[in-house]
């Protein structure tokens, strides 16, 4: 069964930058899409980002394109969301979920969850 343990949030002004990382156990890793999603006060969970199995098939919310950049290293057993031009609207409790296929992972159809990580932005 895969495990999923987010870091990298924090508090940054707007404009600013952080890196999210999921770790994941097992040893299957590179055969799940791997993606991240957010989830704000009072308001539902939405896609932000998935990646395939191997990290060649990426997908973004048109919210976050630009700015954000999905990545694994399979040899390390992690995904990264790398966040820059950091906006308030971003402010959110931001999940990992591993699933099939990228498609899978954006519908909200992972298999598995971690237990997501806060990002607030300030203005």
């Known amino acids: 069964q895969v495990q999923l343990v987010e870091s990298g949030g924090g508090l940054v002004q707007a404009g600013g930058s952080l890196r999210l990382s999921c770790a994941a156990s097992?040893?299957?890793?590179?055969?799940?899409?791997m993606g991240w999603f957010r989830q704000a006060p009072g308001k539902e969970r939405e896609f932000v980002a998935a990646?395939?199995?191997?990290?060649?098939?990426?997908d973004y919310a048109d919210s976050v394109k630009g700015r954000f950049t999905i990545s694994r290293d399979n040899a390390k057993n992690t995904v990264y969301l790398q966040m820059n031009s950091l906006k308030p609207e971003d402010t959110a409790v931001y999940y990992c979920?591993?699933?099939?296929?990228?498609?899978?992972?954006?519908?909200?159809?992972?298999?598995?969850w971690g237990q997501g990580t806060q990002v607030t932005v300030s203005s």
């Open positions: 979920a591993a699933g099939r296929v990228v498609s899978t992972i954006r519908a909200g159809l992972g298999a598995y």
């Open positions: 097992g040893r299957t890793f590179s055969t799940y899409a």
């Open positions: 990646a395939s199995g191997g990290g060649s098939i990426t």
